[in-house]
């Protein structure tokens, strides 16, 4: 069984586009995640949901827009894309409480090509 | 804001070689530190690392903490084509991982 899975696996659109990602996971964890990983391999967080509640914003553009309709799910939701949007985006789960932490699971990743 | 710091960023070795990746840390409120592995797709992970001096253990790999010289390392032993991957090392604080730049080793037949 997949613990954490995102759809779809590669997106390529157009500038200008708007586009979601999906993730789910099916662990029981209270904390979910998105990861920008760029060109580089640099895995940088953008956002962190407990409980399905924000709680990490790091200084990404509003033109994302996550969504956590219930505990296993965390989406994302990308207006106007631009080309520098292009990377790999990787959700990931973990029982986290904000004082204890334990290891965060990934999803397998979702190449966005922006042309 | 935490920092985290890996050295080298790449290195090719033989088969049957041993590697050393190093990653130093500054971070408020320290807890842990974490090792993953990224081949081609998701990081998977390796280690947990909490306390200073206690060497953890997987098969071929091992890695220590220093908590006073704020660093880890990681040790590769009798490398295989295998432990090809980029190995990435994080620290956790308030609901996020901070990764480091990553190191890519890669080992030759």
């Known amino acids: 069984d997949t613990a954490v899975s995102q759809t779809p696996k590669y997106l390529v659109t157009q500038m200008g586009n708007d586009k979601s990602i999906k993730c789910e996971q099916n662990?029981?964890?209270?904390?979910m995640y998105w990861y920008k990983q760029d060109s580089k391999k640099f895995l940088k967080i953008m956002f962190s949901?407990?409980?399905?509640?924000?709680?990490i914003n790091e200084t990404v553009p509003n033109r994302f827009s996550p969504k956590s309709p219930d505990k296993a799910h965390l989406n994302l939701h990308i207006n106007s894309l631009e080309l520098g949007d292009s990377a790999v985006y990787f959700c990931?789960?973990?029982?986290?409480?904000?004082?204890?932490?334990?290891?965060?699971?990934f999803g397998p990743g979702t190449r966005l090509t922006v042309l | 804001e935490d920092k985290v710091v890996q050295s080298p960023l790449s290195l090719v070795v033989h088969e049957g070689d041993t590697v050393t990746l190093n990653c130093s840390y500054e971070?408020?409120?320290?807890?842990?530190l974490l090792w993953y592995k990224q081949e081609k797709k998701a990081p998977t992970f390796l280690f947990m690392l909490?306390?200073?001096?206690i060497e953890k253990k997987s098969g071929r790999l091992s890695s220590i903490l220093d908590k006073k010289e704020l660093f880890s390392i990681l040790n590769i032993t009798a490398t295989q084509t295998g432990d090809s991957a980029v190995y990435l090392c994080?620290?956790?604080?308030?609901?996020?991982?901070?990764f480091g730049a990553g190191t890519t080793v890669t080992v030759r037949a």
């Open positions: 994080a620290v956790p604080n308030d609901y996020k991982l901070s």
């Open positions: 662990l029981g964890h209270d904390t």
């Open positions: 971070v408020t409120n320290f807890r842990s």
């Open positions: 949901y407990n409980n399905k509640e924000l709680i």
């Open positions: 990931a789960s973990s029982q986290d409480t904000g004082v204890s932490y334990n290891e965060q699971f």
């Open positions: 909490t306390s200073s001096g």
